[in-house]
């Protein structure tokens, strides 16, 4: 089922991760680059939109 995957994987934009975690935008990009956060992008070129895995979020703000 398709549709139960996508709802099991859900993403943020960048903002919303960096308020969850209590960091700004750029330490969230940083986590990304460091592979601590799971990501995609939405869009391209300079209207591409970093996503965030909630998964990936909850999973680092348990290790806190």
Known sequence: NV???E???SYVDAQEAARMLGVNQRAVR???VRRRLESKREGEG???RL???VASLEKL???R
Do not use: Y
Request: aromatic fraction near 0%.
């Open 61 to 63: 703000l348990s290790e």
């Open 51 to 53: 996503l965030v895995s």
């Open 3 to 5: 549709m139960g995957l």
């Open 30 to 32: 940083n986590l990304v």
């Open 7 to 9: 709802r099991e994987i």
């Open 46 to 48: 300079v209207a591409a």
